[in-house]
């Protein structure tokens, strides 16, 4: 073991540094208090949309820097025809999820068109669809707000309202023991199949991390499971909004590290010209971006307006901004090519983090947003200087 | 004798792994048209770039001396402000702006904060006129000819005051009559102005007409200059300078098994993508065989990369038009897609640009062009995908210390493996090779021929594009000479000679129609 290799990894692993010296940070200043296991659960809960999202932008912002600036205007739109349709024209919860998804999936599909296809700039085609999709929740809403709180399947089922906790089958006293049985099995499952990998790539020869780089890293993340999973039996439990982006990360992650499309949008990202004339149809990586943006944007609709048991046309502002803050604090390139769903996971908690605890603090909101602003630019100045060998101006 | 403007002294630059100008002396006197010929990569256009400061002083060795003083110029600005104006084959114009616009673009009458229009039109009439150009000074620079932005590019020298005027093959893509109009200009500011020019050409019958002194540029090295009036300025006197070199033992030997024809080409038609009345490619008519490796010869710029990526699932133009066949069958390949269905590969000639993603490791641009056989419905299966990089990695051997580096860090040679490893993975009968060695060193040279060779054994179709002519006359069995657009003659491998393809290529320049 030696420095270079210390400095790889510490490199390699500088956002997850950064997000646990701000955790300790916050809770010196807090006092403990943005640990206790109430704030642990509502981190989830109040940042859900953000991990939803982030998600989806990633895949925008890997075919080349792209970003989406309508999602929050979409996701308004979409919470909008949602309530509409539950409360005023009294459809079935079912029919009005489908509707939901299909309504966010084609706008994506619409802007994905002429992005891919017209190839009009992704920045002015999605101005363009934050301005109209903002109008059209207002007209489509009345400019009133349309309460959902009697819609309690709906509500339930993505976690919003007061029984937004999944139930402790075991019963447990003041320890929801689902939720700690649920984190161990979690935990056991990742060991395991990071193992049999590890393993099945020694079998045949090929390169593996250091020892103890790999038992680090295993050690770390059981840690983090377990306290995770603890703090939350010790409040309510798992929060149901925790299981979509469970889901979401787990399918995303796959698709984007294992599958022959994730493959396509990093090969898209990192040389354009190479990718179309290596056979890859590069119209289709652009299109599949923008329409997934407006299914998770639909999804990320449902989960806002469950857990505001609400309707209104000002709900999703500045989501866009959230998630691409996540994406490029979390390692994300802003040249595209470059960007993990997990590194953008860490961007996403790492802003909730720094929300929740200047809250805390009682740091005033405006100062919050400049805040926030500094390590956003500060984030993609590290990422492209570094990439640069460290060389901070360019010679004109 | 008149006096002497410039004289460049012994110089040396050499780029990573390769030594482009080697002890390169030059002297051009007030008052000359001084023509540099040479080979592709002989190393002239090298040598403006030293001259004009876009490779600044100390990455160069030797001196420039201008007007009896030893210059050091860190960039452009420097030389420009030295009179030494240079105008690249490429036009540095901006179609959207005007011609007057553009003339005084970094360079603008008037005050910082308030540039003087009037000014700039008045002035840049008075340059048009010089040039012979009638165009109104406020006319967009995309409507009007290339031959008139070459007008505009020399008026725009001019009015930074250029003692020194370098054209790097300024008649490149002009017809005739334009040609003879931007020559005569030349020869026309020389007596009226003084100015002293120094042009790149490959079109040796221009030299012949403009030149007063021709320097020959051979491998990095200036060979001789020549001198109106005292020595010979015939094409074939010319020819012996640029080309005088032995071919010596640097390509491995190969027993052809040539069998049936496996692709032929047919009254192929280009258009420019953008241009839509230039025609790139004009009406070529190729085949190719089993087994064979077949060259294309030619200059830059001559159609031949727009003939490959056009064949190659249109890459390239508009208005394609002609027909394909694969083994006798007529295909129609509209996308790479196809392309690569039909066991076709294009080996790009800018592998940086169109071929790899630098930013991903070896393993990742290795499976690129053929995911699919590495994956199971859409999921890849990444041990598999390592094993055949590994395995490339070792057929081609490549130099690297695992196929988890990114490409970007790996050596020209090594990149240009790790490109054919991709097409070779992809499973193609027949492979486009375009300047499958450009900017490598010899040694991985010599490899990228073994590869070559081996392919063809195995029953393949190289189709090899190459400006250089040893190469071409090294490796190939059959030799296509292309120049501007068209086929314009076949040689067989044992019977060809770089005088017989150059004589080609020089018979056939500018005499296209205008069109």
């Given amino acids: 073991m030696n420095n270079a290799k210390v400095l790889d990894f510490l490199k390699k692993n500088t956002m997850i540094l950064v997000l646990v010296i701000v955790l300790g940070f916050f809770a010196w200043r807090t006092g403990g208090a943005i640990l206790l296991p109430m704030n642990v659960s509502n981190l989830i809960s109040q940042n859900a949309y953000v991990f939803i999202l982030a998600t989806g932008m990633l895949l925008c912002i890997l075919t080349g820097g792209n970003i989406d600036l309508s999602v929050g205007s979409v996701v308004c739109f979409v919470g909008a025809i949602g309530a509409i349709m539950m409360v005023n024209l009294h459809a079935p919860v079912w029919i009005t999820i489908i509707c939901m998804i299909l309504i966010g999936t084609a706008i994506g599909a619409f802007q994905g068109f002429w992005i891919a296809f017209v190839r009009i700039p992704p920045f002015i085609t999605t101005l363009a669809g934050m301005l109209a999709f903002r109008g059209l929740s207002n007209v489509v809403l009345n400019g009133l707000t349309v309460s959902i709180k009697d819609q309690t399947t709906f509500v339930n089922l993505f976690g919003g309202g007061a029984d937004c906790y999944i139930h402790d089958i075991f019963g447990g006293a003041n320890l929801n023991l689902t939720c700690l049985f649920g984190g161990i099995l979690a935990a056991g499952i990742f060991v395991a199949l990071q193992l049999y990998t590890r393993i099945n790539r020694k079998k045949h020869g090929y390169e593996t991390e250091a020892l103890w780089a790999f038992a680090v890293k295993m050690v770390a993340i059981v840690a983090v499971v377990l306290i995770f999973a603890y703090k939350l039996a010790q409040h309510k439990g798992i929060p149901t909004v925790l299981i979509w982006v469970l889901v979401v990360v787990l399918v995303y992650g796959y698709i984007t590290q294992n599958t022959t499309v994730g493959r396509h949008f990093y090969a898209v990202g990192g040389n354009e010209k190479a990718t179309k004339l290596s056979g890859i149809n590069t119209n289709r990586v652009y299109f599949l971006a923008y329409t997934n943006m407006g299914f998770l944007a639909a999804l990320a609709a449902m989960v806002t307006i469950a857990r505001l048991t609400s309707a209104q046309p000002t709900y999703g502002q500045n989501y866009e901004m959230d998630a691409i803050g996540s994406c490029f604090i979390g390692g994300a390139s802003a040249y595209g090519g470059i960007g993990t769903v997990p590194g953008v996971i860490v961007g996403a908690v790492l802003m909730g983090v720094i929300n929740l605890g200047m809250s805390l603090m009682g740091v005033d909101a405006n100062m919050q947003k400049v805040v926030k602003g500094a390590v956003l630019l500060a984030a993609v100045i590290f990422d492209v200087v570094s990439k640069r060998g460290g060389k901070m101006i360019v010679k004109n | ?515």
């Fill in chain 2, 1 to 515: 004798m008149a006096k002497i403007l410039l004289e460049m002294k012994n110089i040396t630059k050499t780029f990573p792994g390769v030594k482009a100008l080697d002890n390169v002396n030059l002297q051009v006197e007030e008052g000359e048209i001084h023509a540099l010929v040479g080979e592709n990569g002989a190393g002239k256009s090298t040598l403006m770039n030293v001259l004009s400061g876009v490779y600044p002083f100390g990455s160069y060795e030797g001196d420039i001396i201008y007007n009896s003083e030893v210059c050091k110029f860190n960039d452009i600005k420097d030389s420009e402000a030295k009179g030494i104006v240079i105008i690249h084959q490429e036009l540095a114009l901006i179609p959207y702006m005007t011609i007057a616009e553009n003339m005084f673009l970094g360079n603008e009458r008037g005050q910082k904060f308030r540039i003087n229009w009037n000014e700039t039109s008045s002035l840049s009439r008075q340059y048009l006129d010089t040039v012979g150009l009638a165009e109104s000074t406020q006319t967009l620079i995309k409507d009007i000819s290339v031959g008139k932005q070459q007008l505009v590019e020399i008026a725009k020298a001019l009015s930074k005051h250029a003692k020194l005027l370098i054209l790097d093959e300024p008649t490149s893509s002009l017809n005739e009559t334009d040609s003879r109009a931007l020559l005569d200009l030349l020869l026309k500011l020389k007596k009226e102005q003084n100015l002293t020019s120094i042009i790149i050409t490959h079109k040796l019958n221009e030299v012949s007409y403009v030149a007063d002194k021709i320097t020959v540029i051979r491998d990095g090295s200036t060979i001789e200059t020549l001198i109106k009036g005292v020595d010979d300025f015939s094409e074939s006197r010319i020819i012996k300078g640029m080309v005088g070199r032995e071919l010596s033992d640097r390509f491995p030997k190969r027993e052809p098994h040539i069998g049936d024809v496996m692709m032929e080409v047919k009254n192929w038609n280009v258009y420019h993508p953008l241009y839509n009345e230039r025609k790139i490619v004009d009406n070529v008519n190729i085949n190719v065989k089993k087994g064979e490796v077949l060259g294309i010869s030619g200059l830059m710029g001559a159609g031949r990369t727009e003939l490959a990526m056009s064949i190659f699932g249109k890459s390239y133009g508009e208005n394609i038009s002609g027909q394909l066949f694969i083994n006798g069958k007529e295909v129609h390949l509209n996308t790479v897609q196809d392309a690569i269905k039909h066991k076709l590969a294009y080996v790009t000639e800018d592998r940086k640009g169109n071929g790899l993603i630098l930013s991903n490791p070896i393993k990742i641009n290795t499976t690129l062009a053929n995911l699919d056989a590495v994956s199971t419905r859409t999921v890849i299966d990444k041990d598999k995908e390592y094993a055949v990089a590994v395995d490339y990695k070792e057929k081609l051997k490549t130099k690297c210390p695992s196929v988890e580096q990114n490409v970007g860090n790996l050596s020209g040679g090594n990149q240009q493996k790790v490109l054919l490893a991709k097409w070779m993975f992809a499973d193609p009968d027949i492979l486009i090779l375009d300047e499958p060695t450009r900017g490598i060193d010899v040694g991985a040279k010599y490899e990228i021929y073994c590869i070559i060779n081996q392919l063809v054994d195995e029953g393949k179709s190289v189709i090899m594009i190459s400006s250089e002519l040893p190469e071409i006359l090294g490796m190939c069995d059959r030799i296509y000479v292309m120049n501007e657009g068209r086929m314009v003659g076949e040689l067989d491998g044992k019977d060809a000679t770089q005088e017989k393809i150059m004589t080609y290529i020089l018979q056939s320049s500018g005499k296209r129609e205008v069109g």
